[in-house]
């Protein structure tokens, strides 16, 4: 948590990955456009589609709805490649949804497990009461790791998985009238 405070602004922070790689991870900018665009372009098909639930042109309008997300992260590579992009939309109220990506060659070294971390703390201090992830069936990812910030609820619909994460206690109904419920 106290890592992710410092993502709100500055240069980003060092993290160290599993298999020993290191990458920058910073708030995204307008100027990373270019950058998320060619990630997307060396991604397979497949971590695309699971990512969008579709294969999006990543066109100028596009790039500027990724980037301009309540939060947007970039992870930034040592030769200055976006290697993985992290956000989280604020929805009318006080949720939003989570989504990561990683580049194939930079996945299951614990980038986006960081990623999601470091969303999961950010929307807590900025005041979110529930985020949560759509993925399709079959994608576990978001399950396990979301499941290790607090309570969570998984939701299937057709054609879609969605995972709910309370970072707030739902407020406790009480009854209309005091001693509403008294025999
Ligand atoms: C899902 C995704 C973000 C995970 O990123 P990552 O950097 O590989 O994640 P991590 O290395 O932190 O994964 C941690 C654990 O999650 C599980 N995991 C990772 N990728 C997985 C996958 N594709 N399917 C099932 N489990 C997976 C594994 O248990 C892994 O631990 P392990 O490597 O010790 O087995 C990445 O695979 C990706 O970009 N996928 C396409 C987009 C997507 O599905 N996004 C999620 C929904 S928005």
């Not at 576990?140 to 054609?159: I, N």
Request: with cysteine; charged share 20%; hydrophobic share 40%.
């Amino acid at each position: 948590m106290k890592d992710s405070a410092h993502l709100f602004s500055g240069s980003g922070i060092t993290a160290r990955l599993r298999d020993g790689r290191s990458v920058t991870v910073r708030a995204a900018t307008a100027r990373d456009a270019g950058d998320v665009s060619a990630m997307h372009v060396r991604c397979s098909t497949e971590t695309v589609r699971h990512r969008y639930h579709s294969v999006p042109p990543m066109t100028g309008r596009f790039l500027a709805q990724l980037l301009g997300t309540e939060i947007a992260l970039v992870a930034v590579a040592p030769n200055q490649a976006v290697v993985a992009l992290a956000n989280l939309g604020r929805d009318d109220g006080d949720a939003g949804e989570l989504a990561v990506v990683v580049e194939d060659r930079w996945q299951r070294a614990g980038l986006g497990s960081a990623l999601l971390d470091h969303l999961v703390g950010m929307a807590r201090l900025v005041g979110y009461r529930e985020v949560y992830t759509v993925g399709l069936p079959g994608n576990g990812w978001y399950r396990t790791t979301l499941a290790r910030h607090g309570r969570t609820r998984l939701e299937r619909s057709d054609g879609h998985d969605t995972m709910r994460l309370w970072l707030r206690s739902p407020p406790v109904r009480l009854p209309q009238r005091l001693g509403a419920t008294a025999a």
